[in-house]
């Protein structure tokens, strides 16, 4: 059986690594990986507990699951790049892949994590999902139509080289790992904040698996109409916005709770490194005084 379906799965193009689109590619996605860790070393630096850093190695392990999701996604990471890394699956991975994982599944996921630490509503989490959506998008984009990698068979949603069915999936992994990080961090003291190290791989891969199967599933069964492809990415749209309301239900607090800042304040609040603002207690219920009621005698004849 397990040859059968290994030999269902669509073989890869064999197009060659172009160097100037590697390295410009590579420049574009460490730009972000720069900046998180000059934060995390910051906190470090100054005292604070470095969740940042434990993130961003969190998404260099991560990283590990781009062969098997291109293998079952049909993404093709061209072979023969100068900046090599790791081979896995026959697959071998350029430098922008540990970067892009630093950044958006480690990075992302303390960013999400701080957000929600501060106060997040199930609207505003809706919100930050559909924010990671256009993230993805935008970090995505340049390597495709450079042509530093590229997909292959029946893609649904597929406008500029861009698959749009992947970004509609990806947020769910840094979101998963900050309401991760935001239920665990509370008893990772000491030396087990290095626990949040596994988190990032782990949703890693249940985001993977959780949401993007009804579109592997379709991609591998040969040459499919993309009819069945486009309706298994509103199949897995579903399950990623079913999952952001899943993670609402344990996150989320009331719009009572929440304060009043900018976007710039949030984010500014978010990377300063300092502990998260305490949860806001529940709403309190205003009682009015009246007066004490009238005590009736008891055993005295009318």
Not at 113 to 130: D, M, P, Q, S
Not at 151 to 172: E, H, K, R, T
Not at 223 to 248: F, G, K, N, P, R
């Amino acid at each position: 059986m397990l040859p059968d379906a290994l030999a269902a799965i669509p073989a890869h193009p064999t197009s060659q690594m172009p160097l100037t689109p590697e390295i410009l590619f590579s420049i574009f996605l460490f730009i972000p990986v720069a900046i998180f860790l000059a934060y995390g070393i910051s906190h470090l630096v100054k005292g604070k507990r470095p969740i940042l850093l434990m993130c961003l190695l969190g998404g260099s392990i991560a990283c590990v699951w781009e062969p098997i999701v291109d293998t079952l996604g049909l993404c093709y990471i061209k072979n023969g790049a100068e900046t090599a890394t790791f081979t896995l699956m026959d697959r071998t991975m350029p430098l922008f892949i540990p970067f892009v994982y630093i950044w958006y599944v480690g990075g992302m996921a303390y960013l999400s994590y701080r957000l929600i630490a501060a106060g997040i509503t199930t609207k505003g989490l809706f919100a930050l999902y559909i924010a990671e959506v256009c993230v993805n998008i935008f970090l995505e984009s340049p390597g495709v139509l450079l042509g530093a990698y590229e997909y292959y068979g029946s893609q649904p949603f597929d406008i500029w080289g861009l698959p749009l069915w992947w970004p509609m999936m990806n947020p769910v992994m840094p979101i998963l790992g900050g309401a991760l990080i935001y239920k665990l961090e509370p008893h990772l003291k000491g030396w087990h904040i290095l626990g949040i190290i596994p988190i990032i791989p782990m949703v890693d891969g249940i985001a993977n698996a959780a949401i993007a199967w009804p579109v592997w599933l379709t991609l591998n069964q040969g040459d499919i109409s993309l009819w069945w492809t486009h309706a298994a990415t509103l199949v897995t749209l579903s399950l990623a916005l079913y999952s952001i309301w899943m993670l609402s239900l344990l996150v989320a607090r009331p719009e009572s709770q929440v304060r009043k800042l900018t976007k710039r304040e949030l984010l500014r609040e978010a990377m300063s490194g300092d502990a998260p603002p305490l949860a806001g207690g529940p709403a309190s219920v205003p009682t009015t005084a009246g007066p004490a009621p009238e005590k009736i005698p008891v055993g005295v004849p009318g």
